[in-house]
């Protein structure tokens, strides 16, 4: 009999894995604790901006025509404990307030909700991002609280999608790490992932805790790339040098590699500020926090960035202050192709310039309603051009498509001074400075 899948939290990753399990051919249950979410999921509506999602649930949300009726939604625990053979487990793990370590208490109230309606065999997959030795933890709460008891087996599986990739990354991964100690655990996780997700992938299996760790330390690198070409920007600023060339030269080396070595304001999101310092939390934890002392420095010369982008500003504005200056901010959301603000550099940026009696107006393509929330003080526009009009300095913070197809000449028309900062090193220099623009950018030189 076919495998029945549940998928517990329907954020970004959860919505997605759900989706992808259906088109795969499995029924799927997908479970939120939030109704709301759960209503419109039902609908084939997805509740943030991920390119292809909407279309992939459309395609298999029961009760939606021509749908293949193979995915459906709940709130109820008791459900999804009777139908799962696989119950993955997908909700988020957000940096906790005024610390440094995550906050594990979703995890934590899934796997205690899930356990006591687990009345026969049936493997739960961890699939958030934890800190090394929760899954030997939830392993032992699952062997305390499911009536089925040794039935019930845990996997940890990480995942390593992007926001604005989602669809893709799941249904193509780089590779699938499992973290396991049986091996019908491992078999029953080689079946769910088959063809064709599973196809071309590298199929790792690993202990508990080296799965968990794969993922921190992944996001790790990554945070570290990005730090390590900022700095880069910062010594090229100081010596005259262009960033963009020297990642260019550097990156041709396939040890290096090109990826990731984009400097400007940043990295941010809901994954790598948090992760390195869950990360440099649980090494403390576990006496290992020198190991981990350099990703502090990655974290500083990240939010350093920010600050940097201010400055560069307020220079451009005058020096001293931004009293009686019209600032416009391109981007609000933390990387294109997503609706996703949290922890997001440009939205940081204008915070600080707003803050400091700047008149910002912002515009992003698809984040102003997230934006809106978070940031309700700050001015908006519905378009690039009316958040430009009069503005003394525009500062490019998210790196959509819509801004590099922006014509530099006719916003040269609209401005009060045609000063461009490009806080992500992404728009052509060449073309603003032949409209007049005054053309900036993070660890280059000026004209
Ligand atoms: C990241 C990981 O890439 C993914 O594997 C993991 O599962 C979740 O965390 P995501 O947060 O969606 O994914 O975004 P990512 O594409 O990694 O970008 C993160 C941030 O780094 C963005 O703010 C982006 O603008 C910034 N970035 C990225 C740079 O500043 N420079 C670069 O060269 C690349």
Redesign the pocket.
């Known amino acids: 009999m076919a495998l029945k899948i549940t998928v517990i939290g329907t954020g970004y990753l959860g919505a997605t894995h759900a989706a992808a399990m259906a088109e795969l051919g499995f029924e799927v249950l997908g479970l939120d604790v939030v109704p709301e979410k759960i209503d419109m999921l039902s609908a084939g509506r997805v509740p943030m901006y991920e390119p292809g999602l909407e279309e992939l649930l459309r395609r298999h949300v029961a009760g939606i025509e021509g749908s293949s009726g193979r995915l459906r939604f709940t709130t109820s625990y008791e459900e999804a404990g009777e139908f799962g053979d696989v119950h993955f487990v997908c909700v988020n793990t957000p940096q906790k307030h005024g610390e440094y370590a995550c906050d594990m208490s979703y995890v934590d109230s899934a796997f205690a909700s899930l356990a006591p309606h687990l009345k026969r065999p049936a493997l739960v997959v961890g699939k958030s991002t934890v800190p090394v030795g929760s899954a030997e933890r939830l392993g032992r709460l699952l062997a305390e609280k499911a009536p089925a008891g040794p039935d019930v087996e845990l996997a940890w599986n990480p ?6 990739f989602a669809v893709d990354d799941t249904l193509h991964p780089d590779r699938i790490v499992v973290g396991v100690e049986s091996e019908s655990a491992e078999k029953l996780l080689r079946e769910v992932y088959a063809t064709p997700v599973g196809e071309g992938s590298p199929f790792v299996v690993t202990d508990f805790p080296t799965a968990e760790l794969v993922k921190t330390a ?2 790790s690198f ?1 945070a570290t790339k ?1 730090s390590f ?1 900022n700095a880069m920007a910062e010594v090229c600023e100081a010596a005259g040098g262009d960033v963009v060339k020297l990642a260019e030269a550097i990156g041709y080396d396939e040890r290096i590699g090109k ?14 500020p948090k ?1 390195i310092r869950a990360f440099m939390a649980r090494a403390g934890e576990l006496g290992a926090d020198q190991a981990l002392t350099f990703l502090r420095e990655v974290d500083s010369i990240n939010m350093r960035r920010r600050g940097h982008m201010v400055e560069l500003a307020r220079e451009t504005v005058g020096g001293t202050s931004f009293l009686g200056k019209r600032v416009a901010v391109l981007g609000a959301t ?2 294109p192709d ?1 609706d996703d603000v949290r922890d997001s ?1 440009a939205l940081n940026v204008a915070g600080q310039i707003h803050l400091q009696g700047g008149q910002v107006t912002v515009y992003d393509p698809k984040g102003m309603d997230n934006a809106r929330r978070l940031f309700p003080t700050l001015g908006y526009a519905d378009t690039a051009r009316e958040a430009v009009r009069g503005a003394d300095v525009v500062l490019h913070l998210t790196e959509w498509r819509e801004f590099r197809e922006l014509d530099p000449a006719e916003l040269a028309e609209v401005v009060t001074s045609p000063i461009i900062l490009d806080g ?1 090193n992404a728009l052509d220099p060449v073309a603003w400075r032949e409209a007049g623009w005054t053309y900036r950018a993070m660890g280059r030189p000026r004209a």
């Open positions: 995942e390593f999608l992007r926001e604005g992944a996001n990554l990005i070409i990826k990731f070595l984009r400097a400007g304001v940043g990295f941010g999101g809901g994954c790598l992760d933390f990387k997503s550099p992500r």
